[in-house]
């Protein structure tokens, strides 16, 4: 990534967006676009062209995992995601709401937003809430940063976070990774 990177969201900063949206005038929306960044990694552009297709069951329940489409993806690189509890609550409550199919992200006119909506979606977001450095990539970078930290937990590796991000090499995961000097020092340490 060329130039300066998006910031990376602490647990405060995503509860402060949480609340923000839910203050808003489309909250289970608005909750949702912040949720399919930070606990999904999904880019802008996804999250604008997301249909209940990829994230819903044959049953129509939402399913445990959304499935992007190569078509909406980024370079074609279409992926499943397992979808995070809180997301899945997210998403169950704005099912109710709306009608099984189409967009899950909707417009005042109830069509689909556009990818630079929902970036100034965020940029509006960010600057309410006094965010520095934060853009619509910061929940994405939020997700693959926290994700690379906490896949060996999960028994995996740092080819699982590239999967999930749908990037073309592991170089490209890495550099959305955010360093921990905390974690350094303890790692030196054990060495």
């Not at 402060?16 to 909750?31: D, G, Q, V």
């Not at 074609?76 to 189409?102: M, T």
């Not at 896949?151 to 592991?170: E, M, N």
Request: net charge positive.
């Amino acid at each position: 990534m060329a130039g300066k990177q998006a910031k990376i969201l602490s647990d405060n900063q995503i509860r402060s967006l949480l609340i923000y949206a839910k203050r808003t005038r489309y909250p289970e929306r608005n909750a949702i676009i912040v949720l399919l960044s930070v606990k999904a990694g999904m880019r802008a552009g996804e999250i604008a062209k997301l249909t209940w297709e990829m994230v819903l069951d044959p049953q129509g329940n939402v399913a445990d995992v959304i499935t992007i489409h190569d078509k909406i993806a980024k370079m074609g690189s279409g992926r499943r995601i397992p979808i995070h509890h809180q997301l899945r609550d997210a998403l169950r409550k704005l099912l109710v709401r709306n009608e099984p199919s189409g967009p899950v992200v909707r417009s005042e006119r109830n069509q689909a937003m556009t990818p630079l909506s929902i970036v100034n979606w965020f940029a509006k977001t960010y600057r309410a809430l006094g965010l520095e450095g934060c853009s619509s990539h910061s929940g994405r970078r939020t997700f693959i940063t926290r994700a690379a930290r906490a896949v060996h937990r999960a028994g995996g590796s740092l080819r699982d976070v590239q999967l999930l991000a749908g990037h073309s090499s592991i170089e490209v995961t890495q550099r959305y990774i955010d360093g921990d000097t905390d974690a350094q020092r303890r790692l030196v340490s054990l060495i």
